[in-house]
DNA sequence: AAAACGGGGGC
DNA sequence: GCCCCAGTTTT
């Protein structure tokens, strides 16, 4: 039976043969992180990237996003899903940094998912993606690859959560979402998942 | 607990 | 054409 740190060091050994970059520690503000994971839900990461880079580029700051017509905003957004949404998430939440938060992101997790569009998975991977704070961030592809690699055998992602912080040490929350997305998008996907290609191709239960 | 938001990509 | 997607909010 393998243990969890060495199905999570197969996965990331197998997502570096295949060329995908570890995620990057520097050189993104917070507030890009976390305007590119609101952006982020329910869209594909091109998309995703290519509407944060031009959101940023006519709105660097929080206090220029929040002034930014909100027609304007839903016409950058439009390649993102519920496009109409999310440009009103940002702008308030745009507004809110500005005039409560002195232009800073906050820190913890209150605060954050008191921001519009800000939930707790959000809040989670941007106290972890920005600040490096330990959280983890339990989404659909981590909850699904625990379950079927017998990582955790658990219900619900509450109950993942609740596992992966007691089986991980803190240090390695933050990298475990990174790994289990870019895994999930690549190789144990929801549908058709490639098996015959995955490293922990044996000793999984879905496919041994 | 369930529905609504929603355009884009894979098959 | 149909189905799925790094979720949050409202009913």
Redesign the pocket.
């Known amino acids: 039976m393998r243990t969890p740190a060495e199905t999570v060091r197969l996965m990331t050994e197998h997502l570096g043969d295949m060329g995908v970059p570890a995620?990057l520690s520097g050189g993104v503000s917070p507030f890009n992180v976390l305007v590119?994971?609101?952006v982020?839900?329910?869209?594909?990461?091109?998309?995703?990237l290519e509407v944060t880079k031009r959101l940023l580029q006519r709105a660097p700051t929080p206090c220029e996003l929040a002034g930014a017509p909100l027609c304007e905003l839903e016409e950058l957004l439009?390649?993102?899903?519920?496009?109409?949404?999310?440009?009103?998430?940002l702008k308030e939440t745009a507004r809110l940094l500005c005039e409560r938060h002195g232009g800073v992101v906050p820190r913890n997790r209150d605060e954050l998912?008191?921001?519009?569009?800000?939930?707790?998975?959000?809040?989670?991977?941007v106290m972890g993606?920005a600040f490096g704070i330990p959280a983890v961030?339990v989404?659909?592809?981590?909850h699904?690859i625990s379950n079927r690699t017998g990582l955790l055998a658990t219900r619900t992602p509450e109950q993942t959560e609740a596992g992966l912080m007691r089986i991980f040490p803190r240090e390695e929350w933050t990298g475990l979402?990174?790994v289990?997305?870019?895994f999930?998008?690549r190789v144990c996907?929801?549908?058709?998942p490639r098996c015959t290609a995955c490293p922990l191709k044996g000793e999984c239960e879905w496919n041994p």
Do not use: E, I, Y
Request: charged letters at 20%.
């Open positions: 995620p590119g994971t609101v982020s839900l329910r869209t594909r990461d091109a998309v995703t439009r390649p993102a899903g519920f496009f109409r949404v999310k440009a009103r998430q998912t008191a921001l519009p569009g800000v939930g707790g998975k959000t809040a989670a991977f993606m961030c989404d659909v592809h981590v699904r979402n990174h289990f997305v870019c999930g998008q996907l929801p549908v058709r």
